[in-house]
């Protein structure tokens, strides 16, 4: 039996995708080449959006259509309760095109979810380790990593934080940490596989405790410093994502100052420069205590980049509040936002606030507006890097017509940089020197002679 696993929406479904695959795997199944060859195909869903979910339902009803022998099955931040229509009352499988749906915590029952659904395949191989399928169990399904230079691991599952806007804490569930030796011992495990930069992963890292014993105290701080004494083990980057302003306390900041895998970036989401906003969005904090922070940053750690997100034309937004959410930016001086247009998630306290709807024309103004503002100021920063020596860790490398290859990575900045070469160094780390910014993306070449981590560039 082949499978194929579509992944839409943010780096954690990215993470769960590797450890579905590694569960199939050791059923029995095999990867295909492409989604039109498998038998099995799962959608793993994201529901920040209605965009999201409608492209989901999109990508369903077209594989259906297409191959009508495929299995479908569903996972993610749209599904409710875990089964067939045998099993379940999901509302997703009044669907006719959806087989069987699973929350993620539940991966571990899927090899007895598909016996039904597979007859012709021998589930007797698979030898479980991961018992009734708890959240616990979930964790530690050990994932199929596809690039091991850079990985994913998660730290905690759900969030506490009901925000208006947001479906995660009905999707994902309450907040779950892990316990810190669990998380230590996967990291090591993908170190000593190869990893040279992780990405710690949670709807809100920053309120990581141990394990989430009861009355434990949140120690997001201890863990990365944990982590961080892999760095005598070959760990160069460690990045997490995503944080809240309401908990990002000073031990953070810093530990990031200590470390030696510390990456000068901090995405922090704000999502408005309002404190009007801030309320009716449940953010339980004011824009002058996120500013602090943002100083307290800056203070320590002087070379930061700072990421945010931001909502604009969220219900009741006025002239005035969005004038305020604009000047609020210019303070901040941004060098990302990942701004995203109001859409009213079903069965959140903002989708029940129609009455103070924004038109779609305004909203999209707005939008258009703040983008530009993030623009102007980002490429004029970037540019104060042109004649700079940066180190990227390549991401992708693809051979062009000429036999040169176009390779595209990262800075520790985050700022994504191509460079050409006469090789691929996909999964390195390389010296580059800056020699252009156009727009979001820095253009350079190998610093000659770099011999870091052992790569003699040629």
Known sequence: MQYFIKTLGCQMN???????????EQCGFILAPSIAEADFCIINTCSVRQKSEDKAYGLMTQHRRDFPKSKIAVTGCMVRQTGDRDSSRDPLLQHDMIDLVFRIEDTARLPKLLESHFPQHDFTKFETAFGSGTIENYFKIVPKVENKAQVFVPIMQGCDKFCTYCIV?????????????????????????????????????????????AGAKRCFAELLLAIDALHEKGLSRIRFMSAHPQDFTDDVIMALRKMKTACPYVHLPVQHGADTMLRKMNRNYEIREYEDIIKRIRKSIPDCTIATDIIVGFPGETDSEFKELCAFAKRMAFDFSFTAIFSPRKNTPAARMKSEFIDMETKKKRFHIFDALIKKMAFKKRQQYVGKTLEILVESSEKQPDGLYRNTGRSREFFETWFVS???YQGRLVMVDITEASGYVLTGKVKEGDLRKGLKVV
């Open 169 to 213: 804490p009905y999707t994902r569930g309450r907040e779950i940490s892990r316990p810190m030796d669990e998380v230590l011992s996967e990291c090591e495990t993908l170190v000593d596989r190869g990893a040279k930069e992780i990405t710690l992963l949670g709807q809100n890292v920053n309120s990581y405790t141990d394990g989430g014993n």
């Open 422 to 424: 006469g090789r691929s």
């Open 14 to 24: 990215h993470s769960d995708s590797e450890r579905i695959a590694q569960v199939l």
